[in-house]
């Protein structure tokens, strides 16, 4: 063992295996990332919305427009129009969002509407919203205090909060608020009283000095259809009206959590992490052939032979296992950090036996080029015809190999949407290493195809796990074995 012991140490502390495990694990981490901090069963509406206050001065009465989208940020150059008895204010919005106009020579004592409405571009054609009318009682000189709910977070789309519009005495900011979120049951209310919301409040959000501000809850899917209701005390804890008078807002749901199928966590990790390794790992596996022993085994320097009496069957068996624990390790690490990644930020861990076929369908990639080089070692005689050898190998049977089935049943004539020609393609993929990953997510999804995905029974085609294990038993174990017999002779 102590030979294996030695090349294991060897290759893994060798600078460019350090350099590609880093790399491998890096990348695959940072996409399960990308894909599981973005990924959502929520849509997410894409209509601006304008929030509206007012405040007055005299016979003047300023509408304060704010223009938001869904997670309430300000959305500028979208004009709003203020209607009152049948003239039209209009003001385009600034960088922050808001839009405001100044009606004059309003009556006083009575009150008043303003029909509201606003104007944007939705693929380069203008888009008008419906009108809607907006309420105003010259008693109460300011709108105060406006909440909005259904906001979504921008960090989490599953969870939803609300934006707060202040608009006081003169268009001044907001003095010092509390906000009190509380769980509410919308069959009672009309009984529950603004003090036992606030005193029962699962979460409290001090704020001052804003006119416009979001506030996220910070729920979890255990909150998913809890109804919330939101109560506001200035600094003196006395309660403020919200646009309604009401002292009492009903916020509603603050979770949309689903729960996540396995289809749906197998699809992140075939769009992001599979891509990685089916890329990088065959690149670690031929260069690490190359440099390990088949620079060695073509200029006849092998270097563990001049060091300890061994033989060259030792030599290529404790070599291709020193190998294959630097895939196995950096197929295991991409695999293990993208599961916590994802169960992070999705809340769901993908299932063991996904896991161990995912982590099999990499090794046996990694392994199967491991070995096509370790048996190309000894069928050229000079380290530069195998270096080329070994480059080839990559731009075939990795980098191209997607294309040539494709190039070639596109040459014969056959219709991408026939049995001949599916059949082909999973043949192609069982003929080459890189396809064995196309085969384990056909398997999985029940889809196949590069351009154009199709869905078919996989066992019509013949992959089942059966024949995908014996494929890659075989891709991993002829080559090597051809290699190990040719090293064997030699001695």
Do not use: C
């Not at 039209?88 to 004592?109: C, D, E, M």
């Not at 939101?230 to 509603?252: E, H, R, W, Y």
């Not at 080329?388 to 991408?416: C, K, N, R, Y």
């Amino acid at each position: 063992m102590r030979p294996i012991a030695y090349e294991i140490r060897r290759t893994l502390t060798s600078k460019f295996v350090i350099l590609m495990i880093v790399a491998i694990v890096g990348l695959a981490s940072l996409l399960a990332y990308e894909n599981g901090s973005t990924f959502s069963t929520v849509n997410v509406p894409t209509t601006p919305e304008l929030t509206t206050g007012y405040y007055i001065n005299g016979q003047n009465l300023t509408m304060v427009g704010y223009f938001h989208d869904a997670y309430g940020n300000p959305i500028d150059h979208i004009t709003a129009y203020y209607e009152y008895n049948n003239t039209f204010y209009s003001s385009i919005a600034n960088k922050y969002g808001f839009a405001n106009a100044t009606i004059p020579s309003i009556p006083t004592g009575k009150p008043l509407t303003v029909l509201v409405n606003f104007t944007y571009e939705k693929f380069r054609q203008p888009v008008s919203s419906t009108h809607s009318a907006f309420q105003i009682n010259p008693v109460n000189l300011f709108s105060g205090l406006t909440v909005v709910n259904e906001i979504f977070n921008p960090n989490n789309r599953s969870n939803l909060g609300m934006l707060a519009l202040y608009v006081g005495p003169n268009g001044s900011a907001a003095p010092q608020i509390t906000f009190y979120f509380s769980p509410i049951n919308l069959s009672k209310v009309s009984s529950t009283s603004p003090a036992s919301l606030k005193n029962n409040s699962t979460f409290s959000f001090p704020r001052s000095d804003f006119v416009e501000t979001t506030i996220f809850p910070k729920v979890t899917a255990a909150d998913k259809g809890i109804y919330y209701s939101v109560v506001a005390t200035n600094a003196s804890g006395q309660f403020i009206g919200l646009s309604d008078s009401s002292p009492v807002g009903i916020i509603g749901p603050l979770s949309l959590y689903t729960k996540l199928s396995q289809s749906d966590l197998q699809s992140l990790v075939f769009s992001g992490t599979s891509q990685i390794l089916g890329f990088l790992i065959p690149i670690l596996a031929i260069f690490a052939a190359y440099l390990t022993y088949g620079k060695d085994r073509t200029t006849g320097v092998l270097e563990s032979v001049l060091k300890r009496p061994i033989t060259r069957g030792e030599i290529i068996f404790s070599r291709f296992i020193s190998n294959s624990v630097a895939i196995i390790g950096a197929v295991a690490l991409s695999m293990l950090f993208s599961d916590l990644i994802i169960n992070h930020y999705l809340g769901s861990y993908l299932s063991a036996y996904f896991d161990a076929y995912f982590v099999w369908t990499y090794v046996v990639e990694g392994l199967s080029f491991l070995a096509l080089v370790y048996m190309f070692s000894h069928l050229v005689k000079s380290q530069g015809a195998l270096l080329g050898a070994a480059i080839a190998i990559f731009v075939v049977w990795d980098l191209f190999w997607t294309i040539i089935p494709i190039a070639i049943l596109s040459a014969l004539g056959i219709g991408s949407s026939t049995n001949t020609y599916l059949s082909a393609e999973v043949l192609f993929n069982y003929i080459s290493p890189a396809g064995y990953g196309s085969l384990v997510q056909t398997f999985f999804t029940g889809k196949i195809g590069l351009i154009a995905s199709t869905s078919i029974n996989p066992a019509l085609f013949g992959i089942t796990a059966p024949l995908l294990i014996t494929a890659g038993i075989l891709w991993m174990v002829v080559p090597f074995a051809i290699a190990y017999s040719f090293a064997v002779k030699r001695d």
